[in-house]
Nanobody
Framework: QVQLVESGGGLVQAGGSLRLSCAASGNILGINTMGWYRQAPGKQREVVATIASGGSTNYADSAKGRFTISRDSAKNTVYLQLNSLKPEDTAVYYC??????????WGQGTQVTVSS
């Protein structure tokens, strides 16, 4: 059993910042990629950013230049720094982890709301 516990969401004004955290625990046989996805009301879940075990990162175009993903492998924790937030960033943000067998695990989601 693998648990992903997210924190850091909330309500912020446009232009503000938030930092999301996701800690993985349980029977994890190694971790490959870690990442963040989001889902806005009425829309499909989309990738925001991912980070590989070696540290290489990928960002959605909407996240480039504003969001930063990082990980602490010793703590099995992934972070997402959200800067210059816009109302269109409002969504539920989900943590995703793929273990050593590339099996995916999802967090429960954390709400990010950006007011204009």
């Amino acid at each position: 059993q693998v648990q992903l516990v997210e924190s850091g969401g909330g309500l912020v004004q446009a232009g503000g910042s938030l930092r999301l955290s996701c800690a993985a625990s349980g029977n994890i046989l190694g971790i490959n990629t870690m990442g963040w996805y989001r889902q806005a009301p009425g829309k499909q879940r989309e990738v925001v950013a991912t980070i590989a075990s070696g540290g290489s990162t990928n960002y959605a175009d909407s996240a480039k230049g504003r969001f930063t993903i990082s990980r602490d492998s010793a703590k099995n924790t992934v972070y997402l720094q959200l800067n210059s937030l816009k109302p269109e960033d409002t969504a539920v943000y989900y943590c995703n982890v793929r273990d050593g067998f590339w099996l995916p695990y999802w967090g429960q989601g954390t709400q990010v709301t950006v007011s204009s």
